[in-house]
């Protein structure tokens, strides 16, 4: 026992989900995983109530686990069944609550499909390195076109989608149809030829290029070479709208834009009416209201105009003088009332002392004035007349003469 332990500590012990995640780790790391093509029986095939299959590949020797979840299921997409050959793409993960390897399966075809699947993958990787599908070169879509140039089969189911689209969302552009075949051995070059001709229409904006959905072989014309050349030197843009969402062809990744439908790709070129009249209803308002407000404002700058006009006017200073005019006569005719006033009090006061200082009073006391009536000089002293000068007496009452003895 001893022994064991000892073996034990000479090396590193790792739990059970420390290497299952190393496994899957190393899984998904290696690009050759993550993208393989696996040709095989089904066998074991089963569909959950989640809408996902299981089912497991095999061949004469070897036996591989499969999931293939509902998001990668199409309308065009064959159901597993046993004892079928199929061919599957997808990647290699480690499901590590069993520690098996599976593969998630992306896509599943019959045998003779896988061909189709491996002539699509080699002219994207060609067209890829070619530059076909880069972004730099795509053209701008034109938001109102007023020429539509189409490019479809005149029967097409897809065409009247389109049609009832544009009457519905933008009436006044107008359809070119470029008739052509959009299936079969014929197609590609029809097709081509219809881009090339509405690329000569000098009133075309843009063109759609469209077909309905199918399976894989029914749209093996949009994976031609033909096909893409002419969408590639197209100088108009091209929309495409080939197939339902979950299809793409070599057609989607050349063109300018991809829709997911035909009805999509219509939209997409075409202006919605009503979102157009809303906005022009959004506008008319906007203009009601800034005119609303301009008016106001103008309404504002001309009171305040008319308030200072009013202010400066003549006629405003010239009553604005006369009243002070008014109010400093008031005022003055108020200060000489009481100047006056304060005069007469003065007077008064001054006529009080005067009388009370007259000589007239002492006189109507018995006293008398004496001044020489000739010269008027006042006598108050016996020396200041001589003998027989006339001298003015005045009393109280009056004045009479006296002779000095």
Excluded at 181 to 197: N, R, S, T
Aim: aromatic share 6%; with cysteine; glycine share 6%.
């Amino acid at each position: 026992m001893d022994k064991l332990f000892a073996e034990h500590e000479e090396h590193m012990v790792i739990s059970v989900s420390e290497i299952t995640q190393y496994l899957s780790d190393t899984l998904y790391e290696d690009p050759f995983f993550r993208n393989i093509w696996v040709r095989g029986e089904i066998t074991n095939a089963t569909r959950a109530n989640s809408g996902h299959w299981y089912f497991s590949l095999k061949d004469d020797q070897s036996l591989i686990r499969c999931a293939m979840f509902r998001g990668s299921i199409t309308h065009a997409t064959p159901q597993p069944q046993n004892g079928k050959q199929m061919i599957a793409h997808g990647r290699l993960e480690l499901y590590k609550q069993r520690g098996d390897v599976q593969m998630i399966v992306e896509e599943i075809t019959d045998v003779g499909l896988g061909e189709l699947y491996q002539k699509f993958l080699a002219l994207q990787r060609e067209l890829q390195e070619l530059g076909y599908f880069a972004a730099e070169r795509k053209q701008a879509i034109p938001v109102s076109p007023n020429v539509i140039g189409v490019v479809t089969s005149k029967d097409a189911a897809a065409l009247r989608d389109m049609i009832r689209t544009w009457r519905l969302r933008w009436p006044l552009a107008k359809i070119l149809l470029a008739h052509t075949l959009v299936q079969g051995a014929e197609a590609p070059a029809g097709i081509a030829a219809a881009i090339k001709a509405l690329n000569e229409q000098p009133d075309v904006d843009v063109i759609v290029v469209a077909r309905g959905g199918g399976s894989l072989e029914d749209l093996w014309a949009f994976n031609d070479r033909l096909v893409a050349d002419a969408i590639y030197a197209s100088q108009k843009p091209i929309v495409s709208g080939v197939g339902h969402e979950v299809d793409f062809t070599i057609t989607d990744f050349v063109a300018d834009l991809r829709a997911a439908t035909p009805t999509a790709a219509a939209a997409a070129v075409s202006l919605e009416r009503s979102a157009v009249l809303q906005e022009l209803e959004d506008l008319r308002a906007e203009f009601i209201g800034l005119f609303g407000v301009a008016a106001v404002r103008r309404q504002n700058d001309l009171a305040a105009l008319q308030r200072r006009i009013e202010r400066e006017s003549p006629r405003r200073r010239l009553a604005t003088l006369a009243q002070q005019v008014d109010d400093a006569e008031s005022a003055l005719s108020q200060t000489m009332a009481r100047n006056v006033a304060l005069l007469k009090e003065r007077a008064a006061t001054l006529a009080a002392r005067m009388d009370a200082l007259s000589p007239l009073r002492v006189l109507a006391r018995g006293y008398a004035v004496v001044s020489l009536a000739q010269t008027g000089a006042a006598v108050t002293s016996v020396n200041d007349a001589a003998a027989d000068d006339t001298l003015s007496i005045r009393v109280a009452d009056g004045a009479f003469a006296a002779r000095k003895l």
